[in-house]
């Protein structure tokens, strides 16, 4: 990778890093959905849905479209849906937490 690329790269996972984000992205991945629709499921105020959906819109991860007096959000980018799906399968697939237990101080695969 291109020093470019590593930064934009970080940049990436710096505005996705964020728990509420990450929230929103999960929602998003499969349809788009407006500001209020976000709020409600994430359970937080508009001010900060709102500092939350400028953050990921300036990297470029979400964009909106106006309809009357209402704003939907989708994912902009094929590889962000990919992306989140990737995690979800790796880490929220029901199985326990400690899956990799500790050994020594280091993590084992599998357990041993």
Do not use: W
Not at 75 to 81: A, L, P, T, V
Request: charged letters at 25%; proline letters at 3%.
């Amino acid at each position: 990778m291109h020093t470019r690329e590593v930064d934009e790269l970080a940049g990436l996972l710096k505005a996705i890093s964020h728990p509420i984000r990450l929230k929103i992205l999960c929602l998003l991945q499969d349809s788009e959905l407006s500001v209020s629709s976000i709020r409600e499921e994430v359970k937080t105020t508009n001010a900060n849905i709102s500092q939350h959906l400028n953050i990921l819109r300036n990297q470029g991860i979400i964009d909106f479209r106006r309809d009357a007096n209402f704003i939907y959000n989708r994912i902009s980018d094929r590889r962000i849906i990919e992306l989140i799906k990737t995690l979800q399968h790796l880490f929220c697939t029901g199985e326990p937490s400690g899956n990799h237990r500790q050994q020594h101080g280091r993590a084992t695969p599998g357990g041993h």
